[in-house]
């Protein structure tokens, strides 16, 4: 029998195979591609997975759904499809170098809702090992790393997926394509590693100075960047990145904001 999701790893698990299909499609495997699934579950995307893929390593860390995975797929068994590599690990504390190609891999998964956001930024450590990650998450989560500037959505996890990657929005799904159904609509998206456009020399400083500038929302930008600053540096740094005094954050471009990092 198939093992029951559990709420505290906050598992909903995609039983729709259309959908799945739909997901691969939207990710372009093809049987040239290594593919890396994190939170395998119950299998579904797993399935469509190895009819497409030349090669697929699914990591998951309920070791009752491992279990289960395994018995549909035994090692070393024969079966139509790519060979599978079946993993038991925390994503979150994953040694990448011990499962990934020495080629790009393609990244896809249906993430837990719990600590999506966790698992992307980890993605950020491996982001020149993969070609690609199309991931399905929260519609909230997404359409935080989708915003545009002006948006209320728009914060410093906006800004940092932007920095990194080139953001694809893709399809909502359902609740009711879930077992067991969540009380939230879902977004597949992906996410393309990019050299970055606006790449800055302190890249921690950076960090602190997005995370500085979103601390209060209500204040404008120079409000929240002035405690820690000279005045007349941080009045020289916003006329040269074209930053009005009274700008508030989520109307700052990631241009503007590296354009700080440099300047501060």
């Not at 699914?58 to 279990?67: I, K, L, Q, S, Y």
């Not at 953001?167 to 609740?175: E, L, Q, S, V, W």
């Not at 921690?204 to 405690?227: D, P, S, V």
Request: charged fraction near 25%; glycine fraction near 4%.
């Amino acid at each position: 029998m198939k093992p029951r999701a559990k709420k505290s790893l906050g598992q909903h698990f995609l039983a729709d195979p259309n959908l799945c299909r739909k997901i691969v499609r939207f990710a372009e495997i093809n049987s040239q591609d290594s593919v890396l699934e994190i939170g395998a579950g119950t299998g579904h995307l797993t399935r469509v997975l190895l009819s497409m893929a030349r090669r697929v390593t699914a990591v998951e860390f309920d070791r009752e759904m491992v279990n289960y995975l395994r018995d549909q797929w035994p090692e070393n068994s024969t079966h139509q499809g790519a060979p599978l590599t079946i993993i038991q690990a925390d994503v979150l504390t994953l040694d990448w170098n011990t499962i990934l190609d020495t080629g790009p891999v393609k990244v896809i998964g249906n993430l837990p809702y719990n600590i999506s956001t966790r698992i992307l930024q980890r993605m950020i450590e491996i982001k020149d090992r993969f070609q690609s990650c199309t991931v399905l998450i929260q519609k909230e989560v997404a359409q935080r790393i989708l915003a545009a500037p002006d948006s209320k959505d728009y914060g410093y996890f906006t800004l940092l997926m932007e920095y990194h990657f080139q953001r694809k929005a893709g399809f909502d799904i359902a609740p009711g394509a879930f077992v067991p159904k969540p009380k939230v609509v879902s977004h597949v998206l992906k996410l393309i590693p990019r050299q970055h456009p606006h790449e800055v020399s302190d890249y921690e400083g950076f960090l602190t100075l997005l995370k500085e500038a979103f601390q209060q929302r209500r204040k404008t930008l120079w409000n929240n960047l002035k405690q820690n600053r000279d005045p007349e540096r941080l009045r020289a740094a916003f006329k040269t990145c074209h930053i009005a005094s009274q700008a508030r954050p989520e109307s700052v471009t990631l241009e503007q904001f590296a354009c700080l990092a440099q300047m501060l």
